[in-house]
């Protein structure tokens, strides 16, 4: 994982991936100064989210997504955007449960703790549900945060039975769409990987050759 992190960014996404931690970074050091206390902590509660995909490794495009994603998330807070827009707490509990999701899935993945989605289709549905499971079980922990913000730091914290239960479904939701969206695209990659060896592969003879016959190849 180190070595993930020390590597040097290769492609347009990888850099843009990188100036967003490095202003994630930057935000905490701007709210402290000119905004709330509670919003640095806020922001600074985003970061070990943004520097995972680093470690980890995660390709460029799901590097960006999750630090975009994040990044509003966290931001929101601080604009308040939350109760200003109608329906924003929804759409951000969509997205950011999703690829925090995918991305605990990926980890399992990579450790071989799941089977793999591409090994069967029984083990593709396996991963979608534990994807929206991981999913679920990140929108518990996230409630419980706000519930902890609201008794101890701040009563604008809304911790309304109907927005918890609002919340939680839209990160449910959420993480089952992604959950399709990842193992759809892991058996569509091995497919691809396998037309790709099949046809390099260099021709197989079905019959043995009579006298001034040719090999016949087939595909």
Known sequence: M???FL??????????????RGLGVLGVVLAAVFFEPTD???????????????????????????????????????????????NWDLLVHFFCTAVLAAGLYVVLLRSQVVADPRASPLAATVGVLLTATLGLALSAVWEM??????????????????DTIGDMAAGGIGSVAVGVV???????????RRGRSVSDAPPRLTSRPQDGDSWTPTS
């Open 40 to 86: 640095a902590g806020i922001l600074a509660f985003a970061l070990p989210g943004l520097f995972a995909p680093r470690f980890l490794g995660f390709p460029a495009a799901a590097d960006l997504a999750v630090s975009v994603i994040l990044l509003i998330a966290a931001w929101s807070n601080v604009f308040d955007l939350y109760t200003r827009i109608p």
């Open 145 to 162: 945060v706000e519930w902890l913000g609201f008794i101890f730091i701040t009563p604008d914290i809304s911790v309304t039975y109907t």
């Open 7 to 20: 590597r040097a960014p290769r492609s347009p996404a990888e850099y843009a991936a990188d100036i967003l």
């Open 2 to 4: 180190i070595e993930n």
């Open 182 to 192: 990842v193992v759809l695209h892991l058996r569509s990659d091995r497919a691809a």
